[in-house]
């Protein structure tokens, strides 16, 4: 590999290991109801950190009379949250320079690059739009797909020799398209706050069909205006966006396991099952330990992992074809 591609190939390692760091910062902020913690963007009220003087506080205070009164560390989580989505996204625009400027393969870098500009606006949507959940679902979709496209962006500068039969390149793709079904769930059930709307587990308040609304649940057509942090949806609404999400789990288990039992005895193969087990057993715990911050955190950081797992295993699927 040639400088300028062993340089875009480090950066684009270094981008995965940001925008993973990313993806556990902004569900870290969702899961401390810190997603308006700033009311406006890019800054917070105003300032391009935090208000902390008593002066600073009056004037936000008197610049944004609707907000919420100035609080630190709600402020502070999404700020660094901006911070490192901000420098993710020059880390980005640097890599599609390099690779323009070497003339090296330029059309996945530029993705990312509109891809990471969206996610700018969508960031901003986030807090203007007061966690409209199709924005922050759209978001969160989208900051999975930037940390996708990076992974994939890295391993094909690198052309890792990972065998895995080209016969399974279909069921890579469907484990794939079900795994991403699945994260959309996940950003819908978190940004409608129906994480806790089961306290039990497997039955959901003792039954196992108990009283559901689908058609609230899943309204994509929300009004947008309300400010929708503790989220706004009948509990029954949120029971049906709760089991939905069991059911995409189950989905993922039979499709990613499906996968990693054909992958069979290579490390792909290990790897898909471990981070699948791991992704199940932290989907479980949210449940029956009723959503701890650092295993709400981890399951979506082990949901990240699994996306790239089901990407590698893919790329190398196509690459024996």
């Not at 290991?17 to 700033?38: I, P």
């Not at 008593?54 to 009379?65: D, L």
């Not at 949120?238 to 990613?256: D, S």
Request: with cysteine.
């Amino acid at each position: 590999m040639a400088k300028p591609g062993r340089t875009v190939f480090a950066l684009a390692a270094g981008g995965v290991a940001l925008a993973f760091v990313v993806v556990l910062l902004g569900a870290y902020t969702r899961l401390v109801d810190a997603g308006l913690g700033c009311p406006d963007w890019p800054g917070c009220y105003g300032h391009l950190d935090v208000p902390s003087s008593s002066a600073e506080i009056a004037r936000a205070a008197e610049a944004f009379p609707t907000a919420a009164p100035v609080d630190a560390e709600k402020a502070w989580t999404e700020m660094v949250h901006r911070y490192a989505a901000a420098l993710l996204g020059f880390l980005i625009l640097l890599i599609l320079a390099l690779a323009v400027k070497n003339r090296l393969p330029w059309r996945l870098p530029a993705t990312l690059a509109a891809l990471v500009m969206a996610q700018g606006a969508f960031g901003a949507w986030t807090v203007t739009l007061k966690l409209w959940p199709q924005v922050v679902t759209t978001h969160l979709l989208a900051g999975f797909a930037t940390l996708a496209l990076l992974w994939l962006l890295a391993i094909a500068m690198r052309r890792p020799a990972w065998r895995v039969p080209p016969a399974l390149n279909r069921l890579a793709t469907l484990a794939l398209a079900v795994l991403v079904a699945q994260v959309a769930l996940g950003g819908w059930l978190t940004s409608n706050y129906a994480a806790l709307a089961c306290p039990d587990f497997p039955t959901c308040h003792g039954e196992w069909l108990p009283s559901m609304d689908f058609r609230a649940g899943f309204n994509v057509f929300q009004s947008i205006g309300p400010n929708y942090l503790g989220g706004l949806l009948s509990n029954d609404a949120r029971v049906a966006i709760h089991i939905g999400h069991r059911i995409g789990a189950v989905a993922v288990l039979l499709t990613a396991g499906a996968l990693a039992l054909r992958v069979g005895n290579r490390p792909l193969g290990w790897l898909l099952g471990g981070v699948l087990a791991a992704q199940l057993g932290l989907g479980i715990a949210n449940v029956v330990f009723a959503l701890p911050l650092a295993v709400a955190v981890l399951h979506n950081g082990a949901a990240a992992a699994l996306l790239l797992t089901l990407v590698t295993v893919k790329y190398a699927a196509r690459q024996q074809a």
